[in-house]
T-cell receptor, first 112, second 116 residues
Framework: KNQVEQSPQSLIILEGKNCTLQ??????????LRWYKQDTGRGPVSLTI?????NTKSNGRYTATLDADTKQSSLHITASQLSDSASYIC???????????FGAGTTVTVRA | DTGVSQNPRHKITKRGQNVTFRCDPI?????LYWYRQTLGQGPEFLTY????????KSRLLSDRFSAERPKGSFSTLEIQRTEQGDSAMYLC??????????????FGPGTRLTVL
């Protein structure tokens, strides 16, 4: 069973609207959690990183939250733009380990 | 561009042929990783190098796959006798040594392999 589960699998939103993506993980012991944006045919690019003590982190119109007690994270996209169309991948790192646990991603499609 | 680069970006080959991909990491990064990503899935770890030493290989890396990093800089991933199931995006990433939790793996653009 994957240690990082994301939902929804995909979503379609209208330009200018907001959306929230979910990530639940079981990775332990926890080091940090990143959200990556992956454009079609490109490699993933980091949007935010949060460690155990951080509950929220923003990067422009992207805001990530982390609840380390419930092992849940969310990524909120505000005032979506067409360029936000991509796959968003939740990635969790275990302490003292280089390995990353990847979610399957949420594919976001923003329509005009 | 000083990011991770990969070549070729796309490769179409016939079943049974050998293919080789190249990854050039960020220059000061001594750690290099190979991943495979299939459609609709997150990347899956294949192997990892620290300098020229290959320190771990996933069970996904069958004996048809071999990776090298001869001088601790660029790396190559070779797939022999390709099968249709090898069709995927092959991603390379690099990072600084394990240390602060913020040490990020920076990904290249990937090589898309299609086996006909």
């Amino acid at each position: 069973k994957n240690q990082v589960e994301q939902s929804p699998q995909s979503l379609i939103i209208l330009e200018g609207k907001n959306c929230t993506l979910q990530c639940n993980y079981t990775v332990s012991p926890f080091s940090n959690l990143r959200w990556y944006k992956q454009d079609t045919g490109r490699g993933p690019v980091s949007l935010t990183i949060m460690t155990f003590s951080e509950n929220t982190k923003s990067n422009g119109r992207y805001t990530a939250t982390l609840d380390a007690d419930t092992k849940q994270s969310s990524l909120h996209i505000t005032a979506s733009q067409l360029s936000d169309s991509a796959s968003y991948i939740c990635v969790v790192r275990r302490s003292n380990d280089y390995k990353l646990s990847f979610g399957a991603g949420t594919t976001v499609t923003v329509r005009a | 561009d000083t990011g991770v680069s990969q070549n070729p970006r796309h490769k179409i080959t016939k079943r049974g042929q050998n293919v080789t991909f190249r990854c050039d990491p960020i220059s000061e990064h001594n750690r290099l990783y190979w991943y495979r990503q299939t459609l609709g899935q997150g990347p899956e770890f294949l192997t990892y190098f620290q300098n020229e030493a290959q320190l771990e290989k996933s069970r996904l890396l069958s004996d048809r796959f071999s990776a090298e990093r001869p001088k601790g800089s660029f790396s190559t991933l070779e797939i022999q006798r390709t099968e249709q199931g090898d069709s995927a995006m092959y991603l390379c990433a690099s990072s600084l040594p394990l240390g602060p939790s913020y040490n990020e793996q920076f990904f290249g653009p990937g090589t898309r392999l299609t086996v006909l």
